[in-house]
């Protein structure tokens, strides 16, 4: 047997003349869960598509080598019969098939020309079993959560038994249980033999699961060391090439008025109309300070956030604003009373992907570009130059194609896009989702600087680690309600768990 089952020698992948991969050389051995991280930019995501034959041999520079034999790879089909699946952040799957037909999708069971209906089904219900997924395999995906969908594509996978998994930023769409849940796959699979390479932001994942961590830095290999010899701060010190310092940049500012009250808000289950997803909420936050909205995924968070922006159809007593009823029908009417949101997901909701950065920085206040109805694009010219230095954005110009932008740069233009709405109360839902650490760090000083400004900010997040560093306040929520009300002091990521999973209040109430 090899000593290792996977080999990446030399990599050295350009784009015109920038290189991508400089010369890069990973490892994997059998039975190991080999963890790869970097920021955005790094080079990651360009070596796993070396890996998968997106891109093709003799279109880089290197070799590839799986039990010591070298492969040519022209195709994501030759990556798949030398044994490599690759798992997606974005999912990707057919909406209008079966879930038995998307695990067997192109290897659908034929004999004489019919298709094995019973064959198909039998078998995708024993992957889904794999995947601890119990749902009729005859159900369209459509009909499926994001989360579910992610389940039934590592499913697929599974199916086509591979020798090397790679997962990237697979627990993104994920609730906690179903995180859980993978992790025990991934050991049971490791066990069995499988090899996995696992891409993630998330440094406690790492921690917890990988055998080895290696670090990726504009494009070049850093280092491979064992996890029992890391920290996270020198993971991500590694990956940063600095010192981290504090990564949480909150400072105590005075609070003041009250900005923004909403009161007794009511929200429909999107599916089950007899009940309320958000059931009788009360909630305010004021100058300056930074309230954390504190659930585990159906909550009624990003619903909450939702409702208040005129996006939902929604029933509420009073919605105060600046201590005067307000009514807002939709996300206009937010705007101009100066209620902001950063979404959950800036690909679907953030940004224009045709439009240049200084032209979706605008979108929210095309009043301010504008001349009795005619855009002045110097006007917005000058905007995005005057964003873009106030955020660090990485670009060349205000020109740029937000679609060439790193996931951190993406979100730091969608946030920019808010600021020049000029709000009193920004809404943030999960803002640092799919954002390497280092810009992560970067949206939190924005945060603080934007709070010691006294804006009014609301902050949604599935990372309590996150949401200790940033929050002067907590509001807890299970099942559509408050259950909790916890100040700074008290926050504890244990007591978040358990009572957002149904706990007992105990001494926090």
């Known amino acids: 047997m090899a000593e290792y089952t996977l080999e990446m020698k030399h990599i050295t992948k350009a784009f015109g003349g920038v290189k991508a991969l400089k010369d890069v050389s990973i490892d994997l051995k059998p039975r190991e869960i080999l963890a790869i991280c970097g920021e955005n930019g790094a080079g990651k995501s360009t070596l796993m598509k070396v890996l998968s034959g997106a891109y093709v041999h003799n279109s880089y520079t290197g070799e590839i080598l799986i039990d010591g034999k070298p492969q040519h790879f022209l195709t994501p089909a030759d990556s798949s019969a030398a ?8 999912i990707n799957v057919h909406l209008d098939l079966s879930i038995a037909e998307n695990v ?3 290897r659908v069971p034929v004999k004489n020309g019919i298709v094995q209906w019973k064959t198909m089904f039998q078998e995708a219900e024993k992957y889904l079993q794999q995947v601890g997924l119990n749902l009729p395999v005859g159900m369209k995906m459509r009909d499926l959560s994001t989360s579910q969908c992610q389940m039934v594509s590592i499913a697929r996978a599974l199916s086509r038994k591979p020798r090397i998994l790679v997962l990237d930023e697979p627990t993104s769409p994920l609730t906690e249980n179903e995180v859980e849940a993978l992790f025990k796959i991934l050991v049971k699979l490791r ?3 499988i090899s996995c390479i696992y891409i993630s932001h998330k440094m406690q994942e790492i921690m917890r699961l990988a055998d080895r961590v290696c670090v990726m830095r504009d494009g070049q290999y850093i280092w491979t060391k064992n996890v029992s010899e890391l920290t996270i701060d020198a993971v991500v010190e590694a990956m940063v090439n600095r010192k981290l310092g504090n990564m949480y940049p909150k400072k ?22 007899k009940k309320n997803i958000v059931n009788g909420i009360s909630l305010s936050v004021r100058k300056g300070e930074i309230l954390g909205l504190v659930g585990l995924v159906g909550a009624g ?17 009073e919605i105060l604003l600046d201590g005067k009823p307000v009514h807002i029908r939709e996300p206009g009417d937010a705007i101009r009373l100066g209620i902001a949101m950063l979404s959950e997901d800036r690909k679907v909701n953030g940004f224009v992907p045709t439009l240049d950065i200084a032209q979706n920085i605008s979108l929210a206040r095309l009043d301010k570009v504008s001349h009795n109805g005619i855009l002045k694009t110097g006007t917005e010219d000058q905007y995005g130059r005057q964003f873009i230095e106030e955020l660090s954005i ?3 110009g205000e020109h740029d194609k937000i679609t060439n932008l790193s996931g951190g740069n993406q979100q730091k233009v969608v946030l920019a896009k808010w600021l020049m709405a000029e709000p009193k109360v920004l809404l943030l839902d999960e803002p640092t989702r799919g954002i390497d650490v280092g810009a992560k760090a970067q949206i939190y000083q924005i945060m603080t600087r934007l709070a010691g400004q006294g804006m009014a900010i609301i902050m949604v997040s599935s990372e309590f680690p996150e949401l200790v560093g940033m929050c002067d306040r907590f509001l807890l929520l299970a099942d559509g309600e408050i259950k909790a009300e916890l100040p700074r ?15 007992s209040i105990g001494k926090t109430c």
């Open 83 to 90: 044994g490599i699946e690759m798992i997606y952040q974005e």
């Open 104 to 106: 067997f999708l192109g």
């Open 191 to 193: 066990d069995s033999g």
């Open 252 to 273: 105590d500012v005075p609070l003041g008025d009250e900005v923004l009250a909403v009161h007794n808000l009511k929200i429909k289950h999107p599916y089950n109309k």
């Open 301 to 317: 968070r990003s619903e909450t956030f939702n409702a208040i922006m005129g996006n939902m159809e929604c029933s509420y007593d």
């Open 394 to 396: 990485k670009v060349r």
């Open 489 to 503: 002091e008290q926050a504890d990521e244990e007591v978040f768990l358990r009572i957002c999973s149904g706990g």
